[in-house]
């Protein structure tokens, strides 16, 4: 029986499980969550994730939560094409990347909390204002993470996409959306370019989803 991803085209979270899958060649059913109408929090969907939170993975009768776990998950259950490299030491520097990305910048900056910023203030432009500052302080900090790596053909860990690339896909998309200004970011900028011209990567991307529309 395939997996069943409970998502939303535009969450980042979300975004990352489907690369993840479609990279591993992983077929799944998918089960859009409307976040803006509140899906997420009603009944039906909190049985399957107390948090009110997506991604939910249900695979082989469990539902999977947190995409961290699922996207180890996935990288344990299905290790070739492998997402995260032999080499130990590399291998934690891609997980302190992406854990920059999951930990610090991505869940000050997603709908809930803007929201409870602007009520907080209410300032209309309070939200975006919010996202940019953060997006740039944690950007400031991935680029220097990766600088000195110099990966192959755009790539931030090695000559081919990483789970790091998984989480800045997203993040990126983010950035753009709230006007952060990317020129300081030479790195990041030319591997989310790598990264969006793997067909797999970019069949993942918001505009394609079925509930984009």
């Given amino acids: 029986m395939k997996p069943v991803l409970y998502g939303y085209f535009r969450s ?22 409307n976040l803006v109408k509140g899906e997420q929090s009603q009944a039906g969907f909190k049985a ?6 997506v991604p939910a993975l249900e695979v082989e009768g469990a539902t999977l939560t947190q995409s961290p776990a699922i996207l180890e998950w996935i990288e344990e259950t299905w290790p070739q094409p ?15 990347f992406c854990a920059a990305i ?25 939200g ?55 020129e300081p970011f030479p790195k990041l900028v030319a591997a989310n370019a790598a990264a969006q011209a793997v067909p797999e990567f970019a069949a993942a991307h918001p505009s394609r989803q079925p509930d984009a529309g």
């Fill in 48 to 53: 399957r994730n107390p948090q009110g939170l």
């Fill in 102 to 126: 999951g930990c610090d910048i991505h869940p000050i900056q997603n709908l809930r909390v803007l929201k409870k910023v602007k009520a907080l203030t209410g300032a209309e432009e309070a």
């Fill in 128 to 182: 975006p204002d919010w996202a940019r500052h953060w997006i740039t302080l944690g950007f400031e900090a991935l680029e220097e993470m990766v600088s000195p790596l110099d990966g192959a053909g755009g790539f931030l860990f090695g000559e081919g996409p990483s789970m790091a690339e998984i989480y800045l896909m997203p993040q990126m998309f983010n950035a753009e959306r709230f006007g952060v200004d990317l």
């Fill in 12 to 33: 980042g979270t979300t975004w990352r499980v489907r690369a993840a899958l479609n990279y591993k060649g992983v077929a799944y059913d998918y089960v859009p969550v």
């Fill in 82 to 96: 492998a997402l995260l490299p032999g080499d130990p030491m590399l291998r934690a520097k891609v997980r302190a």
